[in-house]
C-alpha cells in the first residue's frame, strides 16, 4: 500500500484524543503522594524512627524565626529523639555526605574511611549546587543521605519538616574546640540538632592590579558598585539575599532582613540603578575569576578570596588579591553547619563523622583546601597570618568571634517578605 | 494478504515512538500544567501540582501576565530582547550556512562526504565544553584579543565577558549553525541540476538564477532551518549565563531558569514555559500545515 498524505485531524478526533487525558490525569493523581495543604510532607524515614512529626506540627504561623534577638531551642519531635549513648558505630556503612561542590577536602574524607577501617566504613559524596534544591531532595528521600553541610536560615523547615536528626552529645566531644558562640548558637540553642563547620564575612574582593584604587579608602567602599568607572568589570554574588543585604547597607540600613515595604522599595531602585551604572555581573565565581583577571572585582565571600590565592596564574603574586568587609564586623556574617539528616541510615557513624570534622587537626586540613576559616579555638587572626593559611594581604577576610556580636546574619524570612525579596531580585535579573 | 500485513505493519512499528512521546512529551507536558495551576507548600515553597484540571488555579498565569503586560511590566525586556537576538542570530545562521550548503551540494563533488562530515562535527563535542572553550578564547588576554590587536600592538581592550549583548549572539550563532547547515544543505541537494541548467538556457544571469530559481526551491530547506534554531534558541538560558553572566543580556530562558530555582515560583515558572509554548505553536502549526499542502500538491 502506498503512502499518501493524511486528511487533518478533525475536531471531533481532537476530542476523543483530549478525552484521553482524563484517566491519565486519574493516574497521575492516585501516584502523587497524599499531602495535604498547609503541612509538609513527611521525609523518608530509611534510618529508623517514625516520620510522625508532621502529624503534630503546630500551624505555619507558630513556627518560629530565630535570630540573635530571638534564640530558638527547636523541639524535638516524637519518634525523633537523639540516638542512645555507647552506641557501636554501623558495620560496613556507606556515609552518604551531602555538600555544596568543592566546600570539603577530599583527603579528609578518605582520611575518615581509614581512621574507621575497622567498621569497613565508605563515604560517598553528592553536592547540590543551592538549598532549595538540597532540600527538595532531602525531602524526597531518594537517597539517604546520613550528613548535610547546610545553613542556618533553613533551620525551620528542617526541624518542622522532620528532615534533621537530634545530637547525642556524647559522640561529640570535640564540639570543646570550637568558639563558645557555636555551642548556644542563636539558631540551635544548646546545639540540639547542629555542630559549626565555617564562618565567614560577606564583603568586595577584588586583584589590586586591575583596580589599583584602594577600595577601602573610600567613605563607603560598596559606592564601588554604584561607580560608571568599573562598568562591565565587576560583579555581584548570584544571591538574592547577599545582593539586597549589600544594598539595604550601602544605603545606610542595618536590618538586612527588613520587611519594610519603603526599605525594600528603596532597595529595588538602587539596585535597577547599579544596573544601569555599572552592569555587573552576577556569578558566585569571584574565587576563580578575579584570581584569572576575567574580572577585577566582585562582591564575594571571605573564604573567596582565601581559596582564591590558588588559583592565581602563574607569574601573578597573591600579595595583588585584596578583601574588604566593614572593618568593626558590621557586615553580613554568617556560618554553615553540620547536622545528621534523619532520612540516613548509619546515625551512629554520622555522629563520629561530625566528631571528626570538629577535630583541630582535621578541622585545619579542611580549612586550607576550602578556604573558609572553622571557629576553633585554637586559631587566632595572628596565627592564620603566621601559620600561612592566609597572606597579610588578605587579613581583612578573617572572622572574628566578637563579630557575632555586631554583624548581620541573612536570617530566614516570612512567606511574604521572601516573595517580596523573589520579585527585587527577579526584576534585578531580567535586566529591566 | 500483503496490503493487510503492510496495513498493520507500520502502525505496530510506529508504536514505541507513539508510547515515547506520550511518555516523555506528553505526560511530562501535563505535569508542567498542573504544577502552573496548582498550588505551593506554604512551607517549602514547593509545588502541590493540581492533577485534577477541575482544581486548577490561575494566580500564577496572573503574576507572570501582570509583569509582561502590567505597570510593572519587568518581563517585557527579556522577551524582547529574545526576540532580537534570535531574529538577528537566525538571519546571520542563514547568511553563514547558505553559501556553505550550496558549496556542498553543488561543488563538493568527491569530497562531500568529507565535507558534510566536518560541518556536523561540532555535534561531537558538547555544547558546554565549546561554551568553555569560548570563554578561554574570549578572555582580555585571550587568544581573540591577541589577533585582532595583533599580538598586542593595536591598543585595543575589548572585553568580550562582560555582558556583552554582541558575544551572545555569536554565541547562539556558533551553536546552532549546524543546524540551519543540514536542512538547507538537504534542501539545496533536491533542485534538480536541469532547472539550474533550464534557467541559464532561457539567459538568466547568475543573480536572476539565484532569486528567480535556487532561492524559491530552497525554501522548505530555509523554514526548516530556521525553525529548527530558531524554536530552541527562544528557551536558551546556557549561552548568555556562560558567555555574559549578566542581567543586561537575560533571556526568556534566563528568567524561567530562575524562577525554577527559586521556592516557591515553579508555578511562575511553567507559566513562561506555556507561554513560549504558545508562542512557538504558530509557526510549528503553520509549518506543518504548508508541508501537508506541498505534500498534497506533489
Not at chain 1, 497524599?34 to 530509611?46: E, T, V
Not at chain 1, 524526597?140 to 533553613?154: A, E, I, K, Q, R
Amino acid at each position: 500500500m502506498a503512502d499518501r498524505p493524511r486528511p487533518p485531524i478533525s475536531r471531533r478526533r481532537l476530542l476523543q484524543a483530549s478525552a484521553l487525558a482524563v484517566p491519565s490525569a486519574w493516574v497521575l493523581s492516585s501516584c502523587a503522594r497524599a499531602q495535604p495543604l498547609g503541612s509538609p510532607a513527611p521525609a523518608a524515614s530509611a534510618g529508623g524512627g517514625s516520620a510522625s512529626a508532621a502529624a503534630s506540627l503546630p500551624p505555619l504561623t507558630e513556627i518560629p524565626i530565630a535570630s540573635p534577638q530571638n534564640p530558638v531551642k527547636w523541639p524535638i519531635n516524637p519518634g525523633n529523639e537523639p540516638i542512645a549513648s555507647g552506641l557501636e558505630p554501623e558495620m560496613n556503612a556507606t556515609l552518604r555526605v551531602y555538600n555544596y561542590p568543592d566546600y570539603v577536602y577530599k583527603r579528609v574524607l578518605k582520611d575518615f574511611q581509614e581512621e574507621y577501617a575497622d567498621y569497613n566504613v565508605k563515604v560517598e559524596l553528592s553536592t547540590f549546587n543551592d538549598l532549595p534544591e538540597a532540600l527538595t531532595k532531602i525531602r524526597s528521600g531518594s537517597v539517604p543521605f546520613d550528613v548535610g553541610f547546610l545553613t542556618y536560615n533553613y533551620m525551620g523547615k528542617l526541624v518542622y519538616g522532620d528532615l534533621i536528626r537530634p545530637l547525642n552529645h556524647d559522640y561529640l566531644p570535640n564540639i570543646n574546640d570550637v568558639w563558645e558562640e557555636f555551642q548556644n548558637p542563636f539558631y540551635d540553642q544548646g546545639w540540639q540538632y547542629t555542630v559549626p563547620y565555617t564562618i565567614y564575612t560577606t564583603g568586595i574582593g577584588w586583584r589590586h592590579d586591575l583596580i589599583p584604587e584602594d577600595i577601602s579608602a573610600r567613605p563607603n567602599p560598596f559606592d564601588v558598585f554604584w561607580d560608571a568607572k568599573y562598568a562591565g568589570a565587576i560583579a555581584v554574588l548570584d544571591d538574592d539575599r547577599e545582593v539586597i543585604a549589600m544594598t539595604i547597607l550601602r544605603n545606610g540600613g542595618t536590618d538586612v532582613n527588613s520587611g519594610d515595604p519603603s526599605v525594600l522599595g528603596q532597595t529595588r531602585d538602587s539596585m535597577l540603578e547599579m544596573l544601569a551604572v555599572s552592569k555587573p555581573r552576577v556569578t558566585i565565581t569571584g574565587y576563580t575569576d578575579i584570581p584569572e583577571g576575567t574580572m577585577s572585582l566582585s562582591q564575594c565571600w571571605s573564604g573567596d578570596m582565601i581559596t582564591g590565592q590558588y588559583y592565581l596564574p602563574e607569574g601573578v603574586d597573591v600579595s595583588l588579591l585584596r578583601y574588604w568587609s566593614p572593618p568593626t564586623g558590621q557586615a553580613v556574617i554568617g556560618n554553615d553547619f553540620l547536622c545528621v539528616l534523619k532520612g540516613g541510615e548509619n546515625p551512629v557513624m554520622a555522629h563520629h563523622f561530625l566528631n571528626y570534622m570538629l577535630k583541630n587537626d582535621v578541622s585545619m586540613k579542611n580549612f586550607g583546601f576550602v578556604g573558609y576559616q572553622p571557629p576553633l579555638r585554637s586559631l587566632t587572626p595572628e596565627s592564620m597570618v603566621t601559620d600561612g593559611y592566609i597572606p597579610a594581604n588578605l587579613a581583612a577576610a578573617i572572622v572574628k568571634p566578637e563579630w557575632f556580636q555586631v554583624g548581620y546574619p541573612l536570617l530566614e524570612l516570612p512567606v511574604a517578605v521572601e516573595a517580596e525579596y523573589q520579585a527585587i531580585w527577579q526584576q534585578f535579573k531580567s535586566g529591566a | 494478504m500483503p496490503d493487510r500485513t503492510s496495513r498493520f505493519i507500520w502502525p505496530v512499528l510506529g508504536l514505541p515512538g507513539m508510547v515515547w512521546i506520550a511518555l516523555f512529551f506528553l505526560v511530562p507536558l501535563y505535569v508542567v500544567f498542573c504544577v502552573t495551576f496548582g498550588t505551593v507548600d506554604p512551607i517549602f515553597r514547593s509545588p502541590v501540582p493540581a492533577w485534577n484540571p477541575m482544581e486548577w488555579q490561575f494566580e500564577q498565569v496572573a503574576v507572570v501576565w501582570d509583569r509582561l503586560v502590567g505597570p510593572n511590566n519587568f518581563y517585557l525586556p527579556p522577551v524582547l530582547r529574545t526576540l532580537l537576538y534570535v531574529v538577528v542570530a537566525v538571519v546571520a545562521c542563514m547568511i553563514i550556512a547558505f553559501p556553505v550548503a550550496y558549496f556542498t551540494a553543488r561543488y563538493a563533488g568527491r569530497h562531500r562526504a568529507l565535507i558534510l562530515a566536518l560541518l556536523v562535527a561540532p555535534f561531537w563535542i558538547s555544547y558546554m565544553m565549546r561554551m568553555l572553550a569560548w570563554i578561554n578564547l574570549l578572555q582580555p588576554d585571550g587568544l581573540v584579543n591577541f589577533i585582532i590587536t595583533l599580538g598586542g600592538i593595536i591598543p585595543l581592550e575589548v572585553n568580550w565577558l562582560s555582558g556583552n549583548p554582541f558575544t551572545v549572539v555569536m554565541g547562539l550563532i556558533y551553536g546552532y549553525v549546524p543546524y540551519m547547515l543540514l536542512p538547507l544543505f538537504a534542501a539545496l541537494d533536491r533542485i534538480s541540476p536541469s532547472l539550474i541548467e533550464a534557467g541559464r538556457d532561457l539567459g538568466a544571469s547568475g543573480f536572476e538564477l539565484f532569486r528567480r530559481v535556487i532561492l524559491p526551491m530552497s525554501v522548505p530547506g530555509v523554514v526548516a532551518g530556521t525553525l529548527l534554531i530558531a524554536l530552541p534558541m527562544m528557551g536558551d538560558y546556557f549561552t548568555s549565563d556562560m558567555l555574559s553572566k549578566s542581567p543586561s543580556t537575560s533571556m526568556i530562558g534566563n528568567l524561567i531558569n530562575l524562577s525554577i530555582a527559586t521556592p516557591g515560583q515553579s508555578g511562575q515558572a511553567g507559566a513562561l514555559l506555556i507561554l513560549v509554548l504558545l508562542v512557538l505553536l504558530a509557526p510549528m502549526i503553520w509549518y506543518t500545515r504548508s508541508n501537508m499542502k506541498s505534500e498534497v500538491r506533489s
